[in-house]
């Protein structure tokens, strides 16, 4: 028996250790028995054509295995798989399980500073690895980028981006683009300059570094104050992990916003912050922005999440990306160059009439005209966005957009501004949440038109928001998880929930959906924490307890 058990061991370890190529980074999702990339594929679109888990059986979906993480800060990441291992990331660790068993394989623990978590703005987290090479990449909370092999866990380089002390963090997730392994970066809200690193995948060598805020001399300086050093310290986070378009060579990367938030010391545009930059990831070369929230006085940044696809518009199939803004408005542009497509709100907006379809810029209300001349607001959406980091889904077939959005104000004022100090916050606002409303909606799950923003259905929230991710499959599901820790299912064509399992802590995480020996899983991480945990600490600590771990779920068989 001993015997056995380890010849099935050495033939896991030789599967986890065939080399990723990237023709199968690019042809994510062909192969249903894996999983590679962010967002299930380069698009972003978190959509699986799998249709064995359906609307009539998905009554008898189950738990087939729970893998504790020993993890109490909250699980925000999506798990990748490849030749039956997944492997899944948290604040603390990094784990490899065989995905048929939940048994662990291999587990690092990463030993960062205890005081890290003073510079993260929004909770201890991480959302993600990448695969490449039979290497497993991963980001730290004290900055640094990190390779492991994927077969053994063994740690094969580990590369510094930046000096946390500074304000510096990281949570995201790498990308691999062209055989380039690129990182964004956290710390707007403690005045740091913006980046986005290309790295070399075999060594960790630094390939090129392009600052978010461009400096003295260079293009977009001009929209920063010319009498002072605020571009240095003008923020520009780089946390949520781009898109990429293989066949125009191009990465796609959201931008957040300036520091301090309160915008008075810092006249003009401010690019790149609250902008999409189109990036080649050989060179970091930018080829094309778009900044949908000029002079951001708001903290409605652009890090969200930029899903690729080819759709029709105006009688036109046309190459785009979209993005649900934080600032209440969907946009969809052409990605092949950046021109503006449509740009509706999708949520209740008080800082905005619309976008100006001729300029690209949004039309300011009398409420921003307010809110910069000293004034105390009600600003919809509040300052959490319209929709926060949780990722939406696009299903190719409806051509339906999906997400959890937010339905909440801000008593929102900009304060006396303040000198910056390293490595402290650096935002001069007051924002108060009102608490909520009994009855009344805190978010919404959406199915949204993305040229339009219509809802084709609207299912309201009131008792808390949803800060888990949506997962669309090509039967017709929707899978995502709530605060209170229920992973369910809904009917994509009607929002009804078909079906829910309780957790064991909160869900603010990636699900994800493969085959394994002919059969279809669905996984999720479950545990609460993360920002929303932070902000309503008060209501979720007597009825949510922590602790991470990883469920997967597949049909109760006969």
Not at 269 to 284: E, F, I, M, Q, W
Request: hydrophobic residues 35%.
């Amino acid at each position: 028996m001993k015997t056995t058990s380890v010849a099935i061991m050495l033939a896991l370890f030789a599967g986890a250790a065939e080399a990723q190529t990237l023709d199968d980074l690019r042809n994510d999702g062909k192969n249903t028995d894996d999983v590679l990339t962010y967002g299930m594929g380069y698009h972003l679109q978190r959509y699986s054509a799998l249709k064995q888990i359906d609307k009539t059986n998905v009554k008898r979906l189950v738990p087939v295995w729970n893998l504790s993480l020993t993890n109490d800060w909250g699980e925000q990441a999506q798990p990748l798989v490849h030749n039956g291992v997944m492997y899944v990331t948290n604040a603390k660790h990094t784990v490899a399980i065989d995905v048929g068993t939940g048994k662990q394989i291999w587990r690092q623990t990463l030993d960062w500073p205890a005081e890290t978590p003073r510079v993260v703005c929004c909770g201890v987290s991480n959302k993600g690895a990448a695969i490449y090479n039979g290497k497993v990449f991963r980001t730290t909370l004290d900055a640094y980028v990190i390779a492991y092999d994927a077969k053994t866990g063994k740690e094969l380089w580990k590369s510094k981006a930046a000096e946390w002390k500074d304000g510096y963090s990281m949570t995201m997730a790498p990308l691999i683009a062209n055989g380039v392994l690129i990182t964004g970066m956290s710390g707007a809200e403690f005045g740091i300059r913006g980046f986005i690193d290309g790295w070399d995948p075999e060594t960790g060598r630094q390939l090129w570094r392009r600052y978010t805020i461009p400096a003295r001399g260079e293009k977009g300086n001009e929209t920063w104050p010319q009498d002072s050093d605020a571009w240095k310290i003008g923020g520009g986070s780089s946390w949520i992990t781009g898109s990429y378009d293989p066949e125009l060579d191009l990465t796609y990367w959201g931008v957040g916003n300036p520091a301090p938030w309160a915008s008075q010391s810092r006249p003009g545009d401010n690019l790149y912050t609250s902008s999409v930059l189109a990036l080649r990831p050989k060179t970091g070369e930018i080829v094309w922005y778009y900044q949908f929230t000029p002079n951001d006085g708001y903290d409605y940044d652009s890090n969200w999440e930029l899903i690729l696809a080819d759709i029709d518009v105006a009688g036109q199939k046309r190459k785009v990306v979209m993005q649900l803004n934080r600032n209440g408005f969907l946009y969809v542009l052409d990605r092949t160059n950046g021109k503006l497509l449509s740009a509706k709100p999708y949520e209740q907006v008080s800082w905005a009439s619309h976008v100006d379809m001729a300029t690209g810029r949004p039309v300011e209300t009398d409420v921003a005209k307010r809110l910069r001349a000293g004034e105390q607001v009600e600003l919809w959406p509040s300052t959490s966005g319209g929709k926060n980091w949780p990722h939406a889904a696009y299903n190719p077939n409806t051509g339906l957009l999906y997400a959890n959005t937010l339905h909440q104000f801000s008593r929102y004022k900009h304060l006396e501004h303040k000198p910056y100090e390293v490595g402290q916050r650096y935002q001069n606002i007051e924002n108060v949440r009102p608490p909520p409303t009994p009855g009344q909606p805190q978010g919404h799950i959406d199915a949204i038109d993305p040229l339009t923003g219509d809802k084709k259905w609207r299912v309201p929230l009131t008792d808390f928001q949803i800060w888990s991710a949506m997962l669309a499959t090509g039967s017709g599901l929707l899978f995502t998880g709530k605060t209170t820790g229920e992973f369910i299912a809904l009917d994509a064509e009607t929002g009804k929930q078909l079906w829910q399992f309780q957790t064991g802590s909160g869900i603010n995480a990636q699900p994800i959906t493969f085959t394994h020996n002919g059969r279809q899983y669905i996984s999720v991480l479950s545990g609460l924490g993360g920002i929303y945990w932070n902000q309503q600490r008060a209501r979720l600590k007597d009825i949510v307890p922590q602790g991470g771990s990883v469920w997967t779920f597949a049909l109760m068989q006969d």
